[in-house]
């Protein structure tokens, strides 16, 4: 069985830093691409960043490049998502995905993640 359980979501104020950290089991977490997504109230999910599989090249949504930072750790099956400078804009609920087809390039598409976590949320105040 397949679980993403996603941790470290909570409320900060702006200009604040949180880090989510999501745990893989059930696949070989080292040949899955790792992505971050949210969804804020009343819109679609959106692609935030993801982490290769391989050489652990990484991609970021404008919004977020220079203050949030993805990275792994193949050891705990685990991927983190440090986010800095969080704006109130940044509010959401942040889903953690894996993609385990080996695919490349990276994809930001949500429909090629088929696993993904239950999300855990994030407000950020002003």
């Known amino acids: 069985q397949v679980q993403l359980v996603e941790s470290g979501g909570g409320l900060v104020q702006a200009g604040g830093s949180l880090r989510l950290s999501c745990v893989l089991s059930?696949?070989?977490?080292?040949?899955?691409?790792m992505g971050w997504f949210r969804q804020a109230p009343g819109k679609d999910r959106e692609f935030v960043a993801t982490i290769s599989w391989s050489s652990g090249r990484t991609y970021y949504t404008d919004a977020v490049k220079g203050r949030f930072t993805i990275s792994r750790d193949n050891a705990k099956n685990t991927v983190y998502l440090q986010m800095n400078s969080l704006k109130p804009e940044d509010t959401a609920v942040y889903y953690c995905?894996?993609?385990?087809?080996?695919?490349?390039?990276?994809?930001?598409?949500?429909?090629?993640?088929?696993?993904w976590g239950q999300g855990t949320p994030v407000t950020v105040s002003s």
């Open positions: 059930g696949l070989t977490f080292s040949r899955c691409t």
């Open positions: 995905a894996a993609d385990r087809s080996l695919r490349s390039p990276l994809t930001t598409r949500a429909t090629d993640y088929g696993y």
